[in-house]
């Protein structure tokens, strides 16, 4: 999963752009890049691309000139962490600059249609791919809008995409809204600048005023010193849809709990998801019981389930802030920096019955971890209690949940709750039920049909090629 960031209309475009990404950073941390152009001289692109986390120096500021830039800080999912496969990604021929958040299924098929015309490719990443179907169409003379069209017609899977061409930043996402993208706009000096954020967190930190949601089967197009140009393409699209399939682990997990995505507050969703656990969980001990967090993810969740059950929160576990998020680390780093990230408050947990919220369970081994570190600080029992339902099913839109065969709750593994809860070593284990997170869904004020559950349910909303079926996550035929 990554994030994406575009600025148009403001001469120091790079600086927001940097500024937005560092907020975006939860999302990737792998690699990360910007690219900048000047309306005038759209021909002209200036590119970084680096590893690691986003720090720009002085002289990339100076080196990226122009008043529109766009931006992308990259987790991989599919094709190697590498500076090939980091974006945005430039074409030359037709000029265009692009970046995308998202996987898609039939990466495969297009890419050897594309190359049987002589389309060349250096990396596997996804947004090459879509970056060079779009030109290889403007090319054979269609408009950028219905080059658009057709890649929402022929490509199955996630994309939330920024597209810059001749000047003009188009932003859109794949028919069923599967990954978030919101946009807003900034005024200085009765000047008016455009901006596009996987996440309005990103909005927030430059000062941009949220406006919207970029809607599925919907291209906005931004020009310096004027009002975009919203084209609803519903019509033009060949199979529609009934329904969105928002990434409901994204409003669980994966975005900072100040974003509004998804026509929704992450923070009020992730509060409401630890009431309704609270409430699943009938006669909680009061007396000499606390509720903490597993920080930073599941302390909104957290504070929903003191809410309800009048349990004492308590912050029972420190996070060392220098190790990164867990779930978007490789499998190694990952049990490396479970060990390295937590310390216990041995204070306020001795002797007493801990219910400590967390997100998810994947392999189980973090959570084995975090069990033993609890009951090591001196804790009478372990109540573990999980803020989403069982994760048993692979996602292939751009989350790295692992294969069927590593997830502990999946099919293959024929592992019910109880065994899991033997797994971790816990007294106790709760998971939301997926009947109470579509509840959550509503109380937010939307509907539970508008999302996907896929990883937790295995209905998967688009079609998917054998290979996927057979467990493959990457781009492997
Ligand atoms: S399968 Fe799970 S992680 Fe993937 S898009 Fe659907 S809800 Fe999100």
């Known amino acids: 999963m990554c ?6 209309g403001y001469e120091e475009a790079a600086l927001s752009c940097i500024h937005g990404l560092y907020y975006l950073q939860h999302r990737g941390e792998k690699q990360w890049g910007i690219c900048t152009t000047s309306a005038g001289e759209y021909d002209r692109f200036n590119l970084i691309k680096k590893m690691g986390k986003v720090e720009a120096s002085e002289y990339d500021i100076l080196k990226l000139k122009g008043n529109i830039a766009i931006g992308h800080v990259r987790y ?10 980091a974006q945005p990604h430039i074409v030359l021929d037709p000029p265009l600059m692009y970046c995308a958040n998202g996987d898609i299924v039939n990466y495969t098929d297009i890419r050897n249609n594309l190359e049987k015309k002589g389309v060349y490719f250096s990396s596997r990443n996804d947004g090459e791919l879509e970056a060079k179907y779009l030109a290889y169409l403007i090319q054979r003379g269609k408009s ?6 057709q890649l929402m017609n022929d490509i199955e899977g996630a994309f939330s995409a920024i597209l810059v061409y001749k000047g003009r930043m188009y932003a ?6 599967i990954r978030p993208i919101v946009y807003g706009m900034r005024k200085r000096n009765s000047h008016t600048s455009w901006i596009v954020s996987s996440e309005s967190c990103g909005l927030d930190v430059i000062k941009a ?3 919207g949601e970029i809607k599925p089967a919907e291209i906005i197009v931004f020009s310096p010193n004027s009002e975009p140009k919203t084209y609803d393409v519903s019509k033009k699209i ?8 928002h990434c409901v682990f994204e409003c669980i997990y994966f975005a900072r709990p100040e974003s509004n995505i998804f026509n929704l507050s992450v923070y009020r969703f992730r509060k409401l998801l630890g009431s309704y656990l609270a409430k699943q969980i009938t006669g909680c001990r009061q007396e000499n019981s606390i509720v903490g967090s597993v920080p930073d993810s599941s302390n909104v969740a957290a504070l929903g389930f003191h809410q309800e059950s009048g349990i004492p929160l308590e912050f029972m576990l420190i996070r060392h802030h220098s190790t990164g998020r867990t779930f978007i680390a490789s499998k190694d780093e990952r049990e490396e920096k479970a060990r390295l990230k937590y310390n216990p408050v041995r204070a306020v947990i001795r002797d007493k019955d801990v219910y400590v919220v967390d997100d998810s369970i994947v392999r189980g081994t973090t959570s084995r971890k975090i069990v033993r570190m609890l009951k090591n600080a001196g804790a009478k029992t372990v109540n573990l209690c999980i803020s989403s339902p069982p994760i048993r ?10 294969t069927k065969a590593e997830l502990i709750a999946s099919s293959e593994r024929l592992y019910d709750e109880r065994k899991i809860q033997e797994f971790v070593e816990a007294d106790h284990l709760e998971y939301l039920t997926l009947e109470n997170l579509k509840n959550v869904i509503r109380d937010c004020g939307q509907n539970p049909e508008d999302f996907c559950f896929a990883c937790m349910d295995g209905k998967y909303p688009t079609r998917l090629p ?10 492997c035929q």
């Open 172 to 177: 859109f996402r794949d028919k069923m809204g």
């Open 393 to 402: 099913f692979p996602c292939f839109y751009g989350i790295d949940t692992p």
């Open 144 to 149: 950028p809008v219905d080059a658009i069209v």
């Open 209 to 211: 005023k949220f406006v």
């Open 466 to 475: 054998a290979y996927k079926k057979s467990g493959c996550k990457g781009h």
């Open 3 to 8: 994030g994406i960031f575009g600025v148009c």
């Open 76 to 85: 991989p999912t599919a094709g190697p962490a590498d500076l090939d496969n």
């Open 238 to 245: 060949r199979k529609p849809v009934r329904h969105c399939s």
